[in-house]
């Protein structure tokens, strides 16, 4: 079982980026999944969730209205879409696949992970 994020990068502030996340060796339709981060120094905190049918989504307040998750089952895919970038955007990001369908917040909820993708945000 493999996520793989990718799209990471450099970006200046109020630039955009878009992760993806990509799984193989099984399919996570069922399960909801998730976007984390961790800066230099930090926990890793919760970022966005999606329920395993894209019904329901869910944000850390820190990115409401900024960030979008959105999955595409057919793919076996997750996205990020990331809009009006902060320098305190910048993070490590990891995608995380959920054991139930119901998305939370809770890293312990989430027993697979991408490897992480880079994100920095230049001031």
């Known amino acids: 079982v493999q996520l793989q994020a990718s799209g990471g990068g450099l970006v200046q502030a109020g630039g955009s980026l878009r992760l993806s996340c990509a799984a193989s060796?099984?399919?996570?339709?069922?399960?909801?999944m998730g976007w984390f981060r961790q800066a230099p120094g930090r926990e890793r905190e919760f970022v966005a969730g999606?329920?395993?049918?894209?019904?329901?989504?869910y944000y850390a307040d820190t990115v409401k209205g900024r960030f979008t998750i959105s999955r595409d089952n057919t793919k076996n895919t997750l996205y990020l879409q990331m809009n009006s970038l902060k320098p305190e955007d910048t993070a490590v990001y990891y995608c995380a696949a959920n054991r139930h369908g119901y998305s939370s917040s809770s890293a312990r909820d989430y027993p697979y992970w991408g490897q992480g993708t880079q994100v920095t945000v230049s001031s």
């Open positions: 999606i329920t395993w049918n894209g019904g329901n989504t």
């Open positions: 060796g099984r399919r996570f339709s069922n399960n909801a």
